[in-house]
């Protein structure tokens, strides 16, 4: 089993690689949605190199006074988890802080969302949907957009 974990591990890594972010490539756009002075931007997912995992980016900026928390993502497609990768380890979180008049930014090597068991594999073009849950505010529903795997954000990230 260990052996699994680390080729899961590798093929993870290696996708996440071929999504690093720059300031080449195509706009992002506006995919997500608001509550409470929460509002989501930027959100896409590089079309995956594996027929049952992903990985998800977006930034989640916070206009109130007070700091919010997300404490889940879910999603029809799968199942869905969040990451910090710190020192080239990926490590599993079950709450990312949205600080007030800041942001929780979501990228290649740092914070992600990672797709599992996905019911089909997506395709570029086609959109993933997700709700993001927080302690405080409403739950946000994003539409996250299926770019290529090389696609690297020109702004946001």
């Given amino acids: 089993m260990k052996r ?31 509550s409470g002075g929460l509002t989501v931007s930027g959100a896409y997912i590089p079309q995956p190199v594996s027929a049952d995992m992903a990985a998800g980016f977006l930034t989640i900026s916070n206009s109130g ?3 919010d928390e997300l404490t889940s993502v879910t999603s029809d497609d799968g199942e869905v988890t969040m990451h910090e990768t710190t020192g080239g380890a990926m490590e599993h ?20 969302l990672m797709f599992d068991k996905l019911k089909q594999t997506p395709k570029q073009g086609q959109t993933v949907t997700v709700e993001l849950h927080f302690a405080k505010a409403d739950p946000v529903v994003v539409k996250m957009p299926v770019k290529s795997a090389t696609y690297v954000p020109k702004t946001g990230h």
């Fill in 65 to 67: 006074s007070s700091q």
């Fill in 4 to 34: 699994s974990s680390t080729g899961l591990a590798l093929l993870t890594g290696a996708a996440l690689l071929l999504t690093g972010c720059s300031d080449s490539g195509g706009s992002s756009g506006d995919t997500g949605g608001s």
């Fill in 93 to 112: 979180v079950s709450r990312l802080p949205v600080p007030a008049h800041g942001q929780l930014v979501f990228k290649s090597g740092a914070n992600h």
